[in-house]
């Protein structure tokens, strides 16, 4: 079963907007890592953060993690047709070092 | 940056053949991870090894098999291929005791006729 569900499936911007994707998740983490895959391609790290962090930026990537809530959310901010990917989230859990990929979110980035 | 690499990168068999995906981590990772991804699915871990021994296991069919020699690169079998394993299968590694980000390779496109 997944332990990630990651909303919304496919979301569709224009250029210079800002994407938003959540991510949620079951059990207890370790780390939450965000990925993003071109179509057919291998993952690219983008971000990880710690269970004891709530926010984290890398350039135009923000992230932010509630463990309350056990949801994290990704925002690219003046989003760019480069950005068009598919992006998941990824989790590991205590006891278990392999991570777990939530569903992804299908980006379309419109020029 | 020396990367993640896989080989084959595209792989063609026919069902009930078998197949030998290929991975070589980035070099002084101790760990590997294999990821079999369906079209249109997220990425199912399959196993993973930690310094040559396994040490997780996920959804890896009794079919196939896989192991992590002495230079730690590490080889999944797949035996008995059915038209259902089609599907691209990726390979990460990284370092326990650092930030345990998984690093992928480009994968290997399996495709069963």
């Known amino acids: 079963s997944q332990q990630g569900e990651e909303d919304p499936q496919a979301l569709s911007i224009q250029e210079g907007e800002n994407a938003t994707m959540n991510c949620s998740y079951k059990?207890?983490?370790?780390?939450l890592q965000w990925y993003r895959q071109n179509s057919g391609r291998g993952l690219v790290h983008l971000i990880l953060?710690?269970?004891?962090?709530r926010e984290k930026h890398s350039g135009r990537l923000r992230v932010t993690l509630d463990t309350s809530k056990k949801s994290s959310s990704l925002l690219i901010t003046a989003s760019r047709a480069a950005d068009t990917a598919s992006y998941f989230c990824?989790?590991?859990?205590?006891?278990?070092?392999?991570?777990?990929f939530g569903s992804g979110t299908r980006l379309q980035v419109q020029p | 940056a020396a990367g993640v690499i896989q080989s084959p990168r595209h792989l063609i068999k026919e069902k009930r053949e078998t197949a030998t995906l290929k991975c070589y981590p980035i070099p002084r990772h101790d760990t590997v991870y294999w990821y079999q991804q369906g079209p249109g699915q997220d990425p199912q871990f399959l196993i993973s090894?930690?310094?040559?021994?396994?040490?997780d296991k996920g959804s890896i069919p009794d079919r196939f098999s896989a192991q992590q020699f002495s230079d730690y690169h590490s080889e999944l079998n797949m035996s008995s291929l059915e038209l259902g394993d089609s599907a691209l299968y990726f390979c990460?590694?990284?370092?326990?005791?650092?930030?345990?980000?998984?690093?992928f390779g480009q994968g290997t496109r399996l495709t069963v006729v």
């Open positions: 059990t207890s983490i370790n780390n």
């Open positions: 990460a590694s990284s370092l326990v005791g650092g930030n345990t980000e998984a690093f």
């Open positions: 953060i710690r269970s004891n962090e």
């Open positions: 090894f930690y310094e040559k021994m396994q040490s």
């Open positions: 990824a989790t590991d859990g205590t006891g278990r070092r392999a991570l777990t």
